[in-house]
């Protein structure tokens, strides 16, 4: 009898891990990957931070334990001898990975995904491939099985990276400098759904330069074309990585993660019957994260005391307007 195990296996597409200094995430994500069985493993490693010697030893040690992996035939590793940061380092290498690759699966070393995760990318990446406003594959969902739906994935304007897939064909509209955000303001797009205020000054800070993060110049570049995300009804991705060595999170209580319920991808899966924007799942996200009255500001206010009590992501912060908090 064929089992779950083998039958994730055989369908996942090409992988690109993206790590930089924490050698015990990457050798968890690592065992996870072999699992999976992908063709091709990419393998991106940023430089150490100047000044910093404990980078250079823990990246030392990722280095030997991806040249040690035996599990699969066809390794590639960009390994960056000087620190491009977040932004450059991680964009430049999904740049990397989609050019050799054409489409696969990006994981980041903070991520550990159910192994249907895999199987879900791998069957999602095939359906879409020739659909053009389909640009994205999300593993994570925020409101993991909080909206109803009869199928097991949909639609959505908005996208997450907690574990993901795309196309070279996506990632050709991808502009690091966003030097389209000025006109598209100009003509008032940033006042249409899903924008809000909010959004707009992390998109004008991210044009500004003053954000070293790669993720608001694809959510820009999806959504000023108008493409679609497939966001899976429960939440296949554990993030494991807020903790002292996180770059943007930080340590929560009991050392245990933020994250939505977990719960592996049911096969066959049953597919959406319109390929549409599912509006009202993308509302109740936008009003929990960004809306000034209602439920949100009873959220606001729970998560203003969680943020105070315990050292919560500075994207959690920026989400709830509570960056100062």
Same mark, same amino acid.
């Given at each position: 009898?064929?089992?779950?195990?083998?039958?994730?296996?055989?369908?996942?597409?090409?992988?690109?891990?993206?790590?930089?200094?924490?050698?015990?995430?990457?050798?968890?994500?690592?065992?996870?990957?072999?699992?999976?069985?992908?063709?091709?493993?990419? %393998?991106?490693?940023?430089?150490?931070?100047?000044?910093?010697?404990?980078?250079?030893?823990?990246?030392?040690?990722? $280095?030997?334990?991806?040249?040690?992996?035996?599990?699969?035939?066809?390794?590639?590793?960009?390994?960056?001898?000087?620190?491009?940061?977040? @932004?450059? @380092?991680?964009? +430049?290498?999904?740049?990397?990975?989609?050019?050799?690759?054409? +489409? @696969?699966?990006?994981?980041?070393?903070?991520?550990?995904?159910?192994?249907?995760?895999?199987?879900? =990318?791998? +069957?999602?990446?095939?359906?879409?491939?020739?659909?053009?406003? %389909?640009?994205? %594959?999300?593993?994570?969902? #925020?409101?993991?099985?909080?909206?109803?739906?009869?199928?097991?994935?949909?639609?959505?304007?908005? @996208?997450?990276?907690?574990?993901?897939?795309?196309?070279?064909?996506?990632?050709?509209?991808?502009?690091?400098?966003?030097?389209?955000?000025?006109?598209?303001?100009?003509?008032?797009?940033?006042?249409?759904?899903? #924008?809000?205020?909010?959004?707009?000054?992390?998109?004008?800070?991210?044009?500004?330069?003053?954000?070293?993060?790669?993720?608001?110049?694809?959510?820009?570049?999806?959504?000023?074309?108008?493409?679609?995300?497939? %966001?899976?009804?429960?939440?296949?991705?554990?993030?494991?990585?807020?903790?002292?060595?996180?770059?943007?999170?930080?340590?929560?209580?009991?050392?245990?993660?933020?994250?939505?319920?977990?719960?592996?991808?049911?096969?066959?899966?049953?597919?959406?019957?319109?390929?549409?924007?599912?509006? $009202?799942?993308?509302?109740?996200?936008?009003?929990?994260?960004?809306?000034?009255?209602?439920?949100?500001?009873?959220?606001?206010?729970?998560?203003?005391?969680?943020?105070?009590?315990?050292?919560?992501?500075?994207?959690?912060?920026? =989400?709830?307007?509570?960056?100062?908090?």
């Amino acid at each position: 009898m064929t089992t779950n195990k083998v039958r994730y296996a055989a369908q996942t597409p090409p992988v690109l891990l993206i790590t930089f200094n924490r050698p015990e995430l990457t050798a968890r994500m690592l065992d996870r990957i072999k699992t999976a069985r992908p063709p091709v493993l990419y %393998v991106a490693c940023d430089g150490p931070r100047p000044g910093r010697q404990d980078d250079q030893a823990k990246i030392s040690r990722i $280095h030997d334990m991806v040249g040690a992996i035996d599990w699969c035939a066809n390794v590639k590793t960009q390994f960056q001898s000087a620190n491009l940061g977040c @932004g450059r @380092g991680e964009s +430049e290498a999904m740049t990397w990975f989609l050019n050799d690759a054409g +489409e @696969g699966i990006i994981l980041e070393d903070d991520t550990l995904p159910d192994l249907s995760f895999f199987r879900f =990318c791998g +069957e999602m990446l095939d359906r879409y491939r020739e659909t053009t406003n %389909v640009w994205q %594959v999300s593993g994570d969902n #925020y409101l993991s099985g909080r909206c109803e739906s009869e199928s097991d994935y949909m639609f959505s304007q908005c @996208g997450f990276s907690w574990g993901w897939a795309t196309w070279k064909r996506a990632w050709s509209f991808y502009d690091y400098q966003m030097k389209s955000w000025p006109a598209f303001k100009k003509l008032g797009h940033h006042r249409i759904f899903p #924008y809000s205020p909010a959004t707009d000054q992390i998109l004008e800070d991210a044009y500004n330069g003053k954000l070293d993060t790669w993720d608001y110049q694809w959510n820009y570049a999806r959504a000023a074309n108008s493409g679609l995300s497939l %966001v899976p009804k429960f939440s296949l991705i554990e993030n494991i990585g807020f903790g002292v060595d996180a770059t943007h999170g930080s340590t929560l209580a009991g050392g245990r993660p933020f994250m939505a319920p977990v719960r592996p991808m049911p096969f066959p899966i049953k597919h959406p019957q319109f390929l549409f924007a599912d509006n $009202h799942y993308d509302r109740i996200l936008a009003r929990i994260l960004t809306s000034p009255g209602g439920t949100a500001t009873r959220l606001k206010r729970a998560a203003s005391a969680l943020i105070r009590r315990y050292r919560w992501p500075i994207w959690v912060r920026e =989400c709830f307007g509570l960056a100062k908090a």
